[in-house]
């Protein structure tokens, strides 16, 4: 999924070690505002210390967020986790499948309009007449 906004908050930098792996890790938050009639935001984070760096955040930039949701469960409540892959900055994402070719068009072309013998429904019928006899019991 992508979204487009402006950084309004940058939250604290997380760390710590792994009980199971004994692996250091580190986690940072964001916030990003999405411009409209009634302006959203969302808080998404960047799990490891690399990425953050790499994609170099700073508050008041413009980007497009491209994330996965997922859910998680802790003491019987539910957690969403919003979790940003990449970061764009300054131009919209364009979502274009991946088995296109470069160059190709990023969107099957158009089929025509089904006619009346290949349509997936028959076309609806209108009564004979005033009164006429409906077989449907309702």
Do not use: C, H
């Not at 490891?48 to 996965?68: L, P, S, Y």
Request: overall charge negative; glycine content about 8%; cysteine-free.
């Amino acid at each position: 999924m992508d979204i487009t906004g402006k950084v309004i908050a940058i939250m604290e930098a997380r760390g710590g070690v792994s009980q199971r792996t004994g692996n250091p890790w580190m986690t940072q938050e964001y916030v990003i505002e999405v411009p409209g009639t009634y302006p959203r935001k969302m808080v998404f984070n960047i799990f490891g210390e690399d990425r953050i760096k790499q994609f170099n955040i700073q508050a008041g930039e413009e980007i497009t967020v491209q994330f996965d949701i997922d859910a998680r469960e802790y003491n019987g409540r539910w957690f969403n986790d919003i979790r940003a892959y990449n970061i764009i900055r300054g131009q919209v994402a364009q979502t274009v499948p991946a088995a296109t070719a470069p160059g190709a068009a990023p969107f099957p072309p158009q089929q025509p309009a089904a006619t009346a013998a290949n349509a997936p429904f028959p076309p609806a019928q209108e009564p004979a007449g005033e009164g006429a006899a409906d077989d449907l019991p309702f």
